[in-house]
Nanobody, 124 residues
Framework: QVQLVESGGGLVQAGGSLRLSCAAS????????MAWFRQAPGKEREFVGA????????YYADSVKGRFTISRDNAKNTVYLQMSSLKPEDTAVYYC?????????????????WGQGTQVTVSS
């Protein structure tokens, strides 16, 4: 069993930055591919990015590539999402998700464990 808790959300002006954290407890964190998803009001949940368990390779959605960076600290059982050059369209609830030794897929159904989400609001 893995519990995920996101933090770091808030209100920021367009062009600003935020860093989200996702702390994991339970089984060996280093064996999990970790991902970030987001869901805006009235929209489906969408893939933001992922970092693999095997070699820390990162993958990003085109909409955030070059602006967002995912990293992990296995010693702290934490994955981060550094967001820069934020836009109003980045406003959403951000969720972290975990897949045991899974591929870094954009498909949310591949991730078994989910956090409760943290709200990010970008004002124009």
């Amino acid at each position: 069993q893995v519990q995920l808790v996101e933090s770091g959300g808030g209100l920021v002006q367009a062009g600003g930055s935020l860093r989200l954290s996702c702390a994991a407890s339970g089984r060996a964190f280093s064996s999990f591919t970790m991902a970030w998803f987001r869901q805006a009001p009235g929209k489906e949940r969408e893939f933001v990015g992922a970092i693999t368990w095997s070699d820390d390779t990162t993958y990003y959605a085109d909409s955030v590539k070059g602006r967002f960076t995912i990293s992990r600290d296995n010693a702290k059982n934490t994955v981060y999402l550094q967001m820069s050059s934020l836009k109003p369209e980045d406003t959403a609830v951000y969720y972290c998700a975990a897949s045991y030794k899974g591929p870094p897929t954009y498909n949310s159904r591949s991730y078994y464990y989910w956090g409760q989400g943290t709200q990010v609001t970008v004002s124009s």
